[in-house]
Nanobody, 116 residues
Framework: QVQLVESGGGLVQPGGSLRLSCAAS?????????MGWYRQAPGKQRELVAT???????NYLDSVKGRFTISRDNAANTVLLQMNDLKPEDTAVYYC?????????WGQGTQVTVSS
């Protein structure tokens, strides 16, 4: 079964850090996919947080620039999202995505809550 599995979410105080991991399993090799992290807060639409191309180019949501870093380890079939200086407005369910042409694969999501 092809799937993406996120982990690393949790409760953190403002200013803290978390590292999210997205592990691909089954007959999928992320090296040929553009990978991304999205998030969805309660009552809001899902938004793109960060992407990384097969060549390693990255793009970020303006509000997370300088705080979040996306990276990929093709050998480990894993994508990471390092999140620093977290703010309450970063609270959301974070989803991993793999995209290639018209094919999209989503993970089940991991909850990130930033609160004191």
């Amino acid at each position: 079964q092809v799937q993406l599995v996120e982990s690393g979410g949790g409760l953190v105080q403002p200013g803290g850090s978390l590292r999210l991991s997205c592990a691909a399993s089954g007959s999928i090799f992320i090296s040929i996919f553009a990978m991304g992290w999205y998030r969805q807060a309660p009552g809001k639409q899902r938004e793109l947080v960060a992407t990384i191309t097969t060549g390693g180019s990255t793009n970020y949501l303006d509000s997370v620039k300088g705080r979040f870093t996306i990276s990929r380890d093709n050998a480990a079939n894993t994508v990471l999202l390092q999140m620093n200086d977290l703010k309450p407005e970063d609270t959301a369910v974070y989803y991993c995505n793999a995209a290639r042409n018209n094919y999209n694969l989503w993970g089940q999501g991991t909850q990130v809550t930033v609160s004191s």
